[in-house]
């Protein structure tokens, strides 16, 4: 793997003084908000706070890009059992870009990506269910497979023999996905901030790090005025949530992101055209993608791969680009200093010099190469379906998928887990079907995994010494348990934890305080799905 840096050829002059505009009294001043170009743009190193006092109901009436940029052909292409949507311009490598979510659209890419079209037969298009694509789950719904299917179905309405594939953020996984399960058909693969599709974590996401307490308690604000709005107007649930994005983003939402604060028209061609999707999509295929583990997937891959990062993308932990990078043992990352989790809008410049350089140099991949990386794709893939914590997230968290969990259970899986989320649905699986004993272990070795992990991972902890003493009261140690209780109320961690299938909501330090009091008692699982 080599890395390289991407510096600016100047520094930033940070402003001598900031004209600032007070809001709400002093708690929040702000630079006044325009879309007049500057030399300097307003950065979240700036920590300016700007608060908008009103709702704002209307959205700027913004044209698509779709409609505005020459030479962009359009068309929908046929896949099987739905249409996509398809656009095109340019002229050289066949370059098809993946857009994030899940449940974005093209439009992230306009009017950026139209720079390469002296290089690259750039293609967009809308994912099923996404956008101006049909919203037709088909008989096996969303998916992710079958998502890269259509992705495949969509190369072949092309007529491409291969193709160059870039995916942002979530796009990265499926763009990763697909080079899987079609690997003779990359000529090039490029992850840009791309979802690392992997199990292992980053470190906590820094995606609150720039935004003030002022605008978290406008956000609030706003999603109160806009529910009561909602409920006089009956506004659609389309209309409802570009409303929402508009005016978070209006009032610092767009830090958790962005590097630079995006103009009004950015914005308001964000929440009308770039989150659009059938509903339910975003929580199906999240579902779908989380029982997908890429870790050590790429070993040996011959895919030519170009990884690139911002410094200052705050979606993930700060491990997160030298993790991805480290499951493509052969690619290239290259890092852009004064950049977000959207590089090819803030440094549109060394981004699409970089990409140029990629995709013109793009060597063939020998056969024997490729047929190797196939062995190891398929030795990979039953590795992964063999795997405990696959097997557990093939599966819902209804009774019925608990007495099938436990039927499938060894002693050994408890071990062999990492994930928060695989110990609870195990140990909920076993609590179901009132095998207490090895409820507990499951605890225990949660409780031993996040020992020790940073500050924001406490709560695992605290979590884990709660059902520890959930099942110990049920075994009847009631003192053993009490210890349990009394180590969460020493932690005071604040956190707060709800399971549907079972009806429960409760703050970790009093819950511990009630059960102190009163044992837990078994409560069942009234999920049928």
């Not at 994912?127 to 919203?135: A, N, T, V």
């Not at 053993?480 to 009806?503: K, P, S």
Request: glycine share 8%; proline share 5%.
């Amino acid at each position: 793997m080599s890395v390289r840096t991407e510096t600016p050829a100047s520094v930033l002059l940070m402003p001598i003084l900031l004209p600032v505009l007070c809001c709400l009294g002093a708690a929040a001043c702000a630079a006044p908000d325009t879309d007049e170009p500057s030399a300097v743009r307003e950065s979240i190193h700036d920590s300016v706070v700007f608060i908008e006092p009103s709702l704002i109901t209307q959205i700027p009436a913004v044209a698509r890009w779709c409609d505005r940029l020459e030479h962009l052909s359009q068309r929908r292409i046929d896949v099987g059992d739905a249409e996509l949507y398809v656009e095109e311009e340019g002229e050289g490598v066949p370059l098809v870009l993946i857009n994030g979510g899940p449940g974005g659209t093209h439009h992230y890419f306009h009017p950026w990506f139209s720079r390469a079209t002296d290089f690259a037969r750039v293609i967009y298009y809308d994912q099923r269910g996404c956008g101006l694509s049909d919203r037709a789950p088909g008989a096996e719904g969303y998916s992710v497979d079958q998502a890269v299917a259509d992705l495949d179905a969509l190369r072949e309405g092309l007529g491409l023999e291969r193709w160059a594939v870039l995916g942002y953020s979530y796009g990265g996984f499926l763009a990763q996905y697909y080079a899987l399960r079609h690997p003779e058909r990359v000529s090039g693969l490029v992850l840009v901030g791309a979802s690392p599709g992997m199990w292992t974590g980053t470190g906590s996401s820094r995606q609150g790090e720039f935004i003030s307490e002022a605008e978290r308690q406008r956000m609030r604000e706003i999603r109160q005025q806009l529910d009561s709005l909602r409920e006089v107007t009956g506004m659609s649930r389309a209309e409802f949530i570009s409303l929402l994005i508009y005016n978070n983003f209006l009032n610092g939402d767009w830090k958790r992101q962005s590097y630079y604060r995006p103009t009004r028209d950015r914005l308001a061609e964000v929440a009308l055209y770039e989150w659009d999707h059938d509903q339910g999509f975003n929580s199906v295929m999240s579902e779908s993608q989380d029982r997908v583990d890429l870790t050590g997937a790429f070993a040996g891959s011959p895919l030519p791969t170009l990884i690139m990062e911002g410094a200052w993308d705050l979606t993930w932990g700060e491990q997160k680009p030298l993790i991805l990078a480290g499951n493509h043992p052969n690619a290239e990352l290259v890092q852009f200093d004064q950049a977000g989790h959207g590089i090819y809008d803030e440094d549109p410049d060394r981004f699409f010099t970089v990409l140029e350089r990629f995709l013109t140099s793009l060597p063939p991949v020998p056969e024997a190469d490729m047929e190797a990386f196939r062995r190891h794709v398929a030795t990979w893939d039953a590795a992964r379906e063999a795997a405990p914590a696959y097997v557990l997230r093939g599966y819902g968290w209804d009774r019925g998928s608990s007495d099938s969990i436990a039927a499938r259970y060894r002693a050994t899986w408890p071990d062999s887990l990492s994930e928060s989320r695989d110990f609870m649905r195990l140990g909920f699986a076993l609590y179901d079907v009132e095998d207490y004993q090895a409820a507990l272990y499951v605890f225990e070795r949660m409780q031993a995994r996040f020992a020790g992990a940073e500050e924001r991972e406490e709560r695992f902890v605290a979590f884990a010494l709660i059902w520890e003493g959930h099942m110990l009261d049920l075994l009847g140690r009631r003192d053993e348990a009490l210890i349990r209780y009394a180590a969460v109320m020493e932690m005071d961690v604040d956190d707060g934890w709800q399971h549907g299938q079972y009806g429960l909501q409760y703050d970790l330090v009093p819950w511990a305080r009630e059960r102190l009091e009163t044992p837990f008692e078994r409560v069942e699982n009234q999920s049928a799905d």
